[in-house]
C-alpha cells in the first residue's frame, strides 16, 4: 500500500476517532507493507496495535488475519478473519479468507486484495 492509500485513509479515521485513528492508520500502512514485504512477525506487531486502536476497520482485521496465517497461527487467523467479517459482511477478500482459513488454508491468500475504508 503507497503513500496515497494511506493518505485516503487517514482523514476518514481521524474523524471516526482521532489520534489513536491516525496512529492505526499509520500502524495499519506499516504491517501492511511489512506483510507484503514477507515480514510476517512485524506484520503482526503492527497490525496488533493497529487494531487495538481501531477496533472498528475490517482491513486491519483480515491483513491481521493473513499475517498470524504466514506464521502459522491459524486459531488466530481464523479469528480475525471471523472479526473482519462480522465488521463489514460487504469485504470480499475477508470473506475468502475466512473461506480458505476454514478449509485449512489450502489457498493462499492476497494481501491487497481490498481497499482500505474507514467504514468497515
Keep these: 500500500m503507497g503513500g496515497a492509500r494511506l493518505r485516503s485513509l487517514v482523514p476518514a479515521l481521524l474523524l471516526a476517532g482521532g489520534c489513536a485513528s491516525f496512529e492505526g492508520a499509520r500502524l495499519y500502512d506499516r504491517g501492511t507493507a511489512a506483510l507484503v514485504r514477507g515480514d510476517a512477525a512485524a506484520a503482526v506487531a503492527d497490525l496488533e496495535r493497529a487494531a487495538a486502536r481501531v477496533p472498528h476497520a475490517s482491513e ?3 491483513h491481521l488475519g493473513l499475517a498470524y496465517a504466514a506464521l502459522g497461527r491459524h486459531a ?6 471471523r472479526r473482519a467479517v462480522a465488521l463489514d459482511c460487504d469485504n470480499g477478500a475477508a470473506q475468502r479468507n475466512l473461506r480458505a482459513a476454514e478449509g485449512g488454508f489450502a489457498a493462499p491468500a492476497a494481501v491487497a486484495s481490498e481497499p482500505p475504508e474507514a467504514a468497515r
Design 60 to 62: 486491519i482485521q483480515n
Design 76 to 81: 488466530e487467523a481464523l479469528a480475525a478473519f
